[in-house]
């Protein structure tokens, strides 16, 4: 055997151990990720059961915020959610003209366009809220944004209006009965300046 080959050899040990260091670290890696990530799930969803949980929350709270993860129990029972809501804006052009846009409603779209837009839903959901206010310039500014289409025409104001109801209770509804009708309130107004169209 000559040195050459045996140094050979050793390289190819020493790429070995390298990769083998490298896939025990990723295992590890990998493992207190599943575990963290586990623990997060179940404090994020016993929140409200118990003192411990409810001081996990601090903790998983970025985590969960960051990643999108911080799903509500609000549509379950006892309680579901009982607020139908969306939001409507009327954006208005510098010739006078105005336009009604809608952000996605669910019931008007397709399946396939109902997955890509659901995150508009639960935007709504919360955003429309007083405790949510300081989102409601960038919602308008959005909505002038999408509609900034007509040539030598920008938008200069958008008005954020709410639709909302409150569902009745099911068990005290007679079958087939109506849906109370929804109520209006225009929330928000503002001006659109040119560099808010970027």
């Known amino acids: ?19 083998a260091q490298w896939a025990a670290f990723g295992r590890v890696a990998i493992t207190v990720f599943v575990v963290w990530h586990l623990f997060a799930l179940v ?10 949980a409810r001081q996990g929350m601090s903790i998983v709270r970025p985590y969960m915020t960051l990643t999108g993860l911080n799903q509500g129990w609000l549509m379950f029972a006892p309680e ?9 804006t009327v954006v208005h052009y510098a010739d006078g003209s105005q336009r009604v846009w809608d952000y996605p409603r669910m019931d008007q779209l397709r399946y ?19 405790g949510f206010s300081y989102l409601w310039h960038s919602m308008a500014t959005y909505a002038a944004r999408i509609n900034n289409d007509r040539p030598g025409s920008r938008p200069v104001s958008v008005d954020l209006i709410r639709h909302f109801r409150v569902l009745p ?16 309130y225009k929330f928000y107004s503002t001006d659109i300046q040119p560099e808010d169209l970027r």
């Open 43 to 52: 404090v994020w969803a016993l929140a409200g059961t118990s003192e411990v």
């Open 1 to 19: 055997m000559n040195t050459k080959d045996l140094s050979e050899r050793d390289k190819v040990r020493l790429r070995r151990q390298e990769r």
């Open 112 to 130: 396939d366009d109902r997955y890509r837009s659901e995150r508009y839903r639960k935007y709504i959901e919360v955003a429309h809220q007083e």
């Open 169 to 184: 209770d099911i068990q005290t509804t007679a079958p087939g009965a109506p849906p109370p009708p929804m109520g209006v």
């Open 80 to 88: 579901p959610y009982k607020l139908d809501v969306y939001v409507e």
